[in-house]
């Protein structure tokens, strides 16, 4: 089983600036790589997949980069709404799929 | 649009099994291009993939589960479902379910299963 592994638990940053949330797999995932958002009470919504592919409907202010075991979701100028949980999650060695335990994005 | 709903008892009791369904509008079930799957959140903590069907039947489990894991598909009802037999309390969480290509890309709103006495 491949295990993910975000840092950090928890980010603190002011509005307006940029983020920065890693995700680590214990082996080669290749770009087989998504990303989510979820804010309390809803379901999470997909934001990357591939690694780097905006889903539809996604601001630009997100990118994602990496391959192999490291990763990173960049988020460009946060805004208010974008303050919540973004777990990774790989698809390239399954079952099973996994996700890693999730990054708390909080308004600093 | 496509959307996903779940629905079934959000009480079972330790032991039993817990049963749920998924239910698909605005598009087929039985496109070839797509999986369906379900994914639990236990109160508090991350997502946990529970396992995948195909249109035709094929299915892929978590193996941490699969010994308690059914997941069955009835394509007339554009419908999906979940079975989850000897249920304890570390069952209880948020189930959802998705639409999986090779990613989750349409959720449910997902429906809270305690598993209480």
């Known amino acids: 089983e491949i295990v993910m592994t975000q840092s950090p638990a928890t980010l603190s940053v002011s509005p307006g600036e940029r983020a920065t949330l890693s995700c680590r797999a214990s082996q080669s995932v290749s770009s087989n790589l998504a990303w989510y958002q979820q804010k309390p009470g809803q379901a999470p919504r997909l934001l990357i997949s591939?690694?780097?592919t905006r889903a539809t409907g996604i601001p630009a202010r997100f990118s994602g980069s990496g391959s192999g075991t490291e990763f990173t979701l960049t988020i460009s100028s946060l805004q208010s709404e974008d303050f919540a949980v973004y777990y990774c999650q790989q698809y390239n060695n399954w079952p099973p799929i996994t996700f890693g335990q999730g990054t708390r994005l909080e308004i600093k | 649009q496509l959307q996903l709903q779940e629905s079934g008892p959000g009480l079972v009791k330790p032991s039993e099994t817990l049963s749920l369904t998924c239910t698909v509008s605005?598009?087929?079930?039985?496109?070839?291009?797509?999986?369906w799957g379900w994914i639990r959140q236990p109160p508090g903590k991350g997502l946990e993939w529970i396992g995948s069907?195909?249109?035709?039947?094929?299915?892929y489990y978590n193996p941490s589960l699969k010994s308690r894991v059914t997941i069955s598909v009835d394509t007339s009802k554009n419908q999906f479902s979940l079975k989850v037999s000897s249920v304890t309390a570390a069952d209880t969480a948020v189930y959802y379910c998705a639409r999986w290509e090779s990613s989750f890309d349409y959720w449910g709103q997902g429906t809270l299963v305690t598993v209480s006495s």
């Open positions: 605005g598009g087929s079930i039985s496109s070839s291009s797509y999986y």
């Open positions: 591939g690694a780097s």
């Open positions: 069907i195909y249109y035709s039947g094929s299915t």
